[in-house]
Structure formats: structure tokens, C-alpha cells
């Protein structure tokens, strides 16, 4: 990965073309990164650079992944604040427990990984199109290439993480049922918007359901789970 770089937010790219004041990241080797962080830099585009290359392309593609269930969920509730910050606990602490079994030792969700996060969720192409799926403006049929926005990255991610990490060969021990599963079968939102988007088995409502769930475990736990135990996976990216 020597020659592989990642430049993410927290920014929305519509709005580093109109000079909004913008942050961004690039990552990668320091050979790369630190003189194209200075090249990129503009007075109103800051770049930083960070060396975490494989934490931040795995949260730039989850981040694409629940902001289309983030979109879902504003549409649906009407944009209650509340129901978007209990969907917003429970889609990081999936993404903070994938990013554990998939880098060795992952930067914290924080700062600008989270401000990335946060914005993406916010308005971002996936969070509209999750709002227009729920809203009766799109239909699943029209695709993920969207005139007017292009490709919708996420639907696809949802795809690619659910298999990665539902791989019958792949285990880890269930917290309460205290038997092997796939990772995936703790990540209740991934898994719902699988059943929405690819397998289409449940309608966008469902995304609520799986929200609201009583058995659900405060999303704390799930982290804390991932934060506890040797639950790095480096054959999952090949590495």
C-alpha cells in the first residue's frame, strides 16, 4: 500500500467548489502525503495528513453505508432529532467495531473521522438518496447512478461489508448467546439495510424497526466488545 493515498473530509465537495472554508485529510506513506498536503492546501481548504491509511478508507466507505440509513431515518421520523442521534449512536458503534476487525490499531472515532462522519450523514449524496428512497422519490429499480449526482457509493459498500463480514468461515463469540457468529450478526443496522437495498426482503420502514428493537444492547456495549478483545482480522483485507 506503499503508493496508495486516501484524502476524505470532513467536507462536502460541493461546497470546497464554491470555497466554502473546508478541512480534509490525506492519507498514506509520509513520502506522498506530506508534500501533496501542502500542494493541496488552499486559504479556504486546510488539509491535514495522517499516516492511518487503512482506518480511514474503511470509515470513508461505512460513512457511505449508514448515511443512506441516516437519510431513511430523517425522511421517515419527519427529521426528529431525536430518532437521527439514536440512529447516529447505533451506526458508529457498528462502524467502530468493523473498523476493529479490519485495522490493527484503528485512530478513534474522533475529530475529523467523526466530523467526516457527521457530515456525510448530514448531506452527503447517500443521505439524499436514502431520504428519496423513503420518500417515494426513487425506487430501488432506478439504480445507483443518479442523474444530477452521480454514483451513490454506498449501496454497494453495503454489499461489500455485509459479505466481508458475513463469511461462514469467519467467527467471534456472541456476548449474551455466548456462541460463534459471523461479525455481521452484530451489526443489526448493516444487516437491515442488506435486507433493504440488496436483498430488498423489507421496505425502508424497517430501518425504524431495527431502531427499535427492545433487545437492542446500549451501542456502548458493542465497542466496548470491540476495544476488549483481540478481534483484528488482517486476512479480511488480504494483509
Request: charged share 20%; with cysteine; hydrophobic share 40%.
Amino acid at each position: 500500500m506503499e503508493n496508495i493515498l486516501y484524502l476524505g473530509g470532513p467536507n462536502i465537495a460541493s461546497e470546497i467548489y464554491n470555497k466554502e472554508y473546508a478541512n480534509a485529510r490525506i492519507c498514506g506513506a509520509e513520502k506522498w502525503r506530506k508534500p501533496l498536503a501542502k500542494f493541496l492546501r488552499q486559504p479556504h481548504f486546510i488539509v491535514w495528513d495522517n499516516g492511518d491509511l487503512v482506518t480511514h478508507e474503511v470509515m470513508g466507505g461505512l460513512k457511505n453505508v449508514y448515511a443512506i440509513g441516516a437519510g431513511m431515518v430523517a425522511s421517515l421520523t419527519n427529521e426528529s432529532a431525536t430518532s437521527k442521534s439514536v440512529y447516529f449512536a447505533h451506526c458508529t458503534s457498528e462502524m467502530i467495531f468493523i473498523t476493529h476487525l479490519l485495522a490493527k490499531n484503528p485512530e478513534k472515532l474522533a475529530g475529523p473521522l467523526l466530523a467526516d462522519t457527521y457530515v456525510t450523514l448530514l448531506k452527503g449524496r447517500n443521505a439524499w438518496y436514502g431520504q428519496k428512497l423513503a420518500n417515494g422519490e426513487l425506487t430501488l429499480d432506478m439504480g445507483d447512478s443518479i442523474k444530477g449526482k452521480g454514483m451513490i457509493q454506498g449501496v454497494s459498500a453495503v454489499k461489500a461489508f455485509y459479505e466481508l463480514l458475513g463469511q461462514s468461515h469467519l467467527s467471534i463469540l456472541h456476548p449474551e448467546e455466548k456462541k460463534p457468529v459471523a461479525p455481521v450478526e452484530l451489526c443489526p443496522i448493516l444487516k437491515t439495510l442488506h435486507k433493504i437495498l440488496i436483498s430488498r426482503e423489507v421496505p425502508t420502514e424497517a430501518i425504524l424497526q431495527a431502531l427499535r428493537d427492545e433487545t437492542m444492547n446500549d451501542p456502548r456495549d458493542r465497542i466496548e466488545i470491540a476495544q476488549n478483545h483481540a478481534f483484528y482480522m488482517p486476512s479480511l483485507l488480504g494483509q
